[in-house]
Antibody
C-alpha cells in the first residue's frame, strides 16, 4: 500500500524559502503511470494546485506560482521535493503531496490525471 | 487560470439525493475528460471519489456518480448518509498541462 508523508519546517518568515519533502513508502516514483504533485489549502479555504513532476524531472507548475516554485525528484526514487521562494503570509497553508494517476487520450497517449493518493498534509505558517 | 465554480453549500436529508455542480470553460472541463471529484472531512486529506468524469476508484460507494455536459460537471450523491457530510472539490485538467480545482462545496446532511 503506497503511502506519502510530507516533512519540512512549520514556521517560516516572510521572504524566506519553503522546502518540503514528500517521502514515498510502499513503492517508488519511477513509474510512467504517475505524476507526483503538490496541492495546498490555506486555513478555511479551498484547494490550490501547485505543480506536478514526472520521475524524469519534467515539471508542470501553476502559472500563478511558477516564478517562485521549483520541484525536483530525488534520485533515490522514494521522494520528491517542493521549494517555494519569496514567502508571504498568503503562502500560509496546509501543503499536501499526492500521487497523480495519469490518464490516456483517444490516441492512447498519456494525458491528464487525478490525484488518487494523498499525504496527510503539513501546516506551514509564514509570520514574522 | 481561474478556479472552477462550485456552489458554496448544498444540503439534503438522509436518504435523499443531491447534486453538486462544477462550472469551467472549454479550456478545462469542456475540453477534456479529466474531471475528478474529492471528498474532504475536517482536518483530513482529500479523498478521490470520481475520476475521468464518471469513474469510481475501487472502494468508493456506488452512491457517488459523476457526469459532464459542456463546460459543467456534476457530482451526484444518492441515498445520503450522515457520513457524507464533508467538503467536496472538483478538479479538471486544462490546456497547457495544468490542473485547476473548484472553490469547494460544503455538504450538510440535515
Amino acid at each position: 500500500q503506497l503511502q506519502l508523508q510530507e516533512s519540512g519546517p512549520g514556521l517560516l518568515k516572510p521572504s524566506e524559502t519553503l522546502s518540503l519533502t514528500c517521502s514515498v513508502s510502499g513503492g517508488s516514483i519511477s513509474s510512467s503511470n504517475y505524476y507526483w504533485g503538490w496541492v495546498r489549502q490555506p486555513p478555511g479555504k479551498g484547494l490550490e494546485w501547485i505543480g506536478n513532476i514526472y520521475y524524469s524531472g519534467t515539471t508542470y507548475y501553476n502559472p500563478s506560482l511558477k516564478s517562485r516554485v521549483t520541484m525536483s525528484a530525488d534520485t533515490s526514487d522514494i521522494q520528491f521535493s517542493l521549494k517555494l521562494s519569496s514567502l508571504t503570509a498568503a503562502d500560509t497553508a496546509v501543503y499536501y503531496c499526492a500521487r497523480v494517476i495519469r490518464g490516456y487520450d483517444s490516441r492512447g497517449y498519456y494525458q491528464g490525471g487525478a490525484f488518487d493518493i494523498w499525504g496527510q498534509g503539513t501546516m506551514v505558517t509564514v509570520s514574522s | 487560470q481561474s478556479a472552477l465554480t462550485q456552489p458554496a453549500s448544498v444540503s439534503g436529508s438522509p436518504g435523499q439525493s443531491i447534486t453538486i455542480s462544477c462550472t469551467g470553460t472549454s479550456s478545462d472541463i469542456g475540453g477534456y475528460k479529466y474531471v475528478s471529484w474529492y471528498q474532504q472531512h475536517p482536518g483530513k486529506a482529500p479523498k478521490l471519489m470520481i475520476y475521468e468524469v464518471s469513474n469510481r476508484p475501487s472502494g468508493v460507494s456506488n452512491r457517488f456518480s459523476g457526469s459532464k455536459s459542456g463546460n459543467t460537471a456534476s457530482l451526484t450523491i444518492s441515498g445520503l448518509q450522515a457520513e457524507d457530510e464533508a467538503d467536496y472539490y472538483c478538479s479538471s485538467y486544462t490546456s497547457g498541462t495544468t490542473w485547476v480545482f473548484g472553490g469547494g462545496t460544503k455538504l450538510t446532511v440535515l
